[in-house]
């Protein structure tokens, strides 16, 4: 009996490891609960209306912010890795509901705010590889609980929040910033002003403003786009809000996270949803899954993406200040691959040093392109943009290849042309060798033509001296004739004498 439970035991057993080698891993992707929210390590300072936002480094850097007394500069880091905290180099100016983002130098930006006193003007540099920080040219018009973004163009877009001294409680300003010259300009303002809002760049490269305040929440969403300067309304969010966490999911959806509708620093209510916007479509989601709710309802909290591709939200209040961080694991769709096309070559072919222009461009059924790469199997990489102009290729025939990158980080299949590169006329051999040839009867016909000149100046010579003999001898031919003629006639007779 013993013997035969010990077989139905492995039995069950065996057919248990079994079912675990059954791939069901693509099942529960596809089933999981998305965002899946799980609770980390708290932050050491509790405090809302921080700056947060992922450097370079890897770490989630936290600045700044308010716990009820005086207005923070502690500065703290979180690694995801090792999930623990770190003290960094606090702020030289302490700030609350200032404007965060990251150049493309890396730099961690940290943009006007308020201190003890009211609004600053202050803008401070953070750099994570050396934990130290720098003043920039102050932001022209002061803000406070304005948002900020980071365009493809590197420039950084503070949008909204208020500005009291500008007269603006609820600011439509799009103030820009470019970390490379250190200067300020002004883009065209937001349709709707207010404060409290999140700001976003999506993968469009569209900068989005959401939600936010002025007077009553709102939920409306405009996009600006830096190229042209302009903004566009799109679809309202599902309910209003202010002050909630606002980030580029790595679905490239953007995540709605926490927050609240009343105005008053931590008043409820305190919002524990996620609400999800799909750029590509225009459209919202709100998952319902019980996982998928934050789980500490709150506002005035930061929210940033890790390296791992995970969302966390930090800090925030809900009748308290708060030290909660917790987690967000993003089920992300498998990358569709770009697809590249080359529009045109002109002129083809060429004649070496000559200018030819190459043109092409990239779509992505669930992305956008960002990068560009041509190659010719003669002379490697040649340009790094969608339109570019050389005059540098090498002579012979090029295969060109062209392919776009996804902001995923796919790389297209090849697109492929031909472009021939002839020598210039003047350097081809036979070219060359007619030269030589032309040159060599050119100079045999001058050698000639000096000959002929020559022999001609001799025969004109002999034919004077020969007609010269010739009247010579004329000449003496009648001279003999005339003495012949005086000898043969006689002498007339003699006169008579008287």
């Not at 163009?153 to 470019?178: F, M, R």
């Amino acid at each position: 009996m013993r013997l035969k439970n010990a077989i139905v035991y492995a039995g069950i057993l065996m057919g248990i490891l079994m079912l675990g080698l059954i791939p069901f891993n693509r099942g529960f992707a596809e089933t999981m609960p998305s965002p899946s929210w799980r609770v980390k390590t708290n932050m050491p300072t509790a405090r809302s209306q921080a700056a947060v936002i992922a450097g370079d480094d890897g770490l989630i850097y936290v600045m700044g912010g308010w716990a009820g007394g005086s207005v923070l500069n502690t500065v703290q880091a979180y690694d995801p890795i090792t999930e623990t905290w770190r003290s960094r180099a606090p702020m030289p100016v302490a700030v609350r509901g200032a404007a965060v983002a990251k150049g493309p130098d890396g730099m961690i930006y940290v943009i006007s705010g308020g201190d003890d006193f009211g609004d600053v003007a202050t803008v401070q540099a953070y750099n994570t590889t050396s934990n130290s920080w720098t003043s920039k040219a102050d932001i022209p018009v002061k803000t406070w609980m304005g948002a900020a973004a980071t365009g493809n163009d590197g420039k950084i877009y503070v949008i909204g929040g208020e500005s009291w001294d500008a007269g603006l409680p609820y600011s439509n300003l799009t103030q820009i910033y470019d970390p490379a010259t250190d200067t300020w300009t002004n883009g065209t303002q937001m349709p709707t002003g207010r404060s409290e809002l999140g700001v976003v760049k999506g993968p469009d490269g569209l900068i989005y403003a959401f939600g936010g305040y002025n007077g009553t929440a709102l939920s409306v969403v405009e996009a600006y786009n830096p190229s042209t300067g302009t903004w566009t309304k799109k679809a309202s969010m599902p309910k209003p809000k202010l002050e909630f966490g606002a980030v580029l999911g790595p679905d490239n959806k953007i995540y709605i996270i926490g927050g609240g509708t009343d105005y008053s620093n931590n008043w409820a209510p305190f919002y524990d949803s996620v609400e999800v916007y799909d750029p590509k479509t225009d459209t919202w989601s709100t998952p319902t899954w019980q996982e998928s709710y934050l789980p500490t309802p709150r506002k005035e909290l930061g929210a940033a993406v890790g390296k791992n591709g995970k969302i966390y939200a930090i800090g925030g209040c809900n009748g308290a200040y708060l030290q909660a961080n917790e987690e967000a694991t993003i089920v992300a769709p498998e990358n569709m691959r770009p697809t590249a096309y080359i529009d045109s070559i002109t002129p083809n072919p060429i004649v070496e040093g000559e200018n030819i222009t190459f043109t092409g461009h990239g779509t992505d059924t669930d992305g956008s392109i960002v990068a560009y790469q041509w190659r010719s199997s003669i002379d490697g990489v040649i340009g790094n943009t969608a339109t570019f102009k050389t005059s540098t290729l090498s002579n012979g025939t090029h295969t060109i290849y062209f392919s776009v990158k996804d902001n995923s980080g796919a790389w297209s299949n090849e697109a492929i042309a031909t472009v021939t590169v002839n020598i210039p006329m003047t350097e081809d051999p036979l070219y060359q060798s007619l030269s030589n040839l032309i040159n060599q009867l050119q100079q045999q016909n001058s050698d000639l033509t000096d000959t002929v000149n020559g022999l001609t100046q001799k025969l004109d010579m002999m034919t004077y001296a020969l007609l010269g003999a010739i009247i010579v001898a004329i000449v003496l031919g009648i001279a003999t004739i005339v003495l012949m003629v005086r000898k043969k006639t006689p002498p007339p007779p003699k006169p008579p004498t008287q």
